[in-house]
């Protein structure tokens, strides 16, 4: 079975600062993507980036880029200028790319940005 | 396009009654899939629905059970409610069931059980 494990319960970050959400995970598995989650107080989750791991090349949206680690099996969320926005519970998720199998997330790092 | 919705966004319920929730997936998007969230067990996955059919089940008893309707829209029923049920009940939809589809979330219906 597959695990994720966000060592981060909580984090803070000042305004316009960046700040490193860290990410490990735990599978036999070689095809999967790799997903990142913010829940903000609202609490719609929404999908901020994910990660195919047979693409080296590590993704980038805007603000929001991750470093992935293959053989480390680490997969950490970077996000620069950090804005008030960014405040919310962020979610490190696995998904199998074979047999349509679910999403498996970790706890959550709760990120608050200071003004 | 309207994004997910679901109903009612806030329960209280008490030990041993039963409760519905409701899904209504984005138009035109054919799986549904149900999430329990909790402070002590985050994220865990309850139940996948698609075209009618549940095509995955997590690790949970059976009082917590679901369904789809043709239209897409799904609902889950606890049964015999305990305590340990208060939780965020998310739904997310996708337009097919490949991991290439990305899952959109509703805003969760949050249930209390007293």
């Known amino acids: 079975a597959q695990t994720v494990t966000q060592s981060q319960p909580e984090m803070s970050v000042q305004e316009a600062e960046t700040v490193t959400l860290s990410c490990t995970y735990d599978t036999s598995e070689n095809n999967y993507y790799l997903f990142w989650y913010k829940q903000p107080p609202s609490r719609q989750m929404i999908l901020v980036i994910r990660?195919?791991?047979?693409?080296?090349q590590n993704a980038t949206e805007n603000r929001f880029s991750v470093n992935f680690q293959k053989a480390a099996k680490s997969f950490s969320l970077k996000i620069s200028d950090s804005q008030l926005g960014d405040t919310a519970m962020y979610f490190c998720?696995?998904?199998?790319?074979?047999?349509?199998?679910?999403?498996?997330f970790g706890k959550g790092t709760r990120l608050s940005v200071i003004a | 396009k309207a994004g997910v919705t679901q109903t009612p966004r806030y329960l209280i319920k008490t030990r041993g009654q039963q409760v519905t929730l409701s899904c209504s997936p984005i138009?035109?998007?054919?799986?549904v899939s149900w999430y329990q969230q909790t402070p002590g067990q985050g994220l865990q996955f309850l139940f996948e629905y698609f075209s009618e059919t549940q095509r995955n089940k997590g690790n949970f008893p059976g009082r917590f059970s679901g369904r789809q309707f043709s239209n897409s829209r799904s609902e889950m029923n606890v049964s015999t409610l305990e305590l340990g049920d208060s939780a965020l009940y998310l739904c997310?939809?996708?337009?097919?069931?490949?991991?290439?589809?990305?899952?959109?979330f509703g805003p969760g219906t949050r249930l209390t059980v007293t």
């Open positions: 138009s035109g998007h054919r799986s």
């Open positions: 998720a696995f998904r199998r790319n074979s047999g349509n199998t679910p999403l498996v």
């Open positions: 997310a939809s996708s337009l097919g069931r490949d991991v290439t589809y990305e899952q959109y």
């Open positions: 990660q195919e791991a047979y693409k080296q």
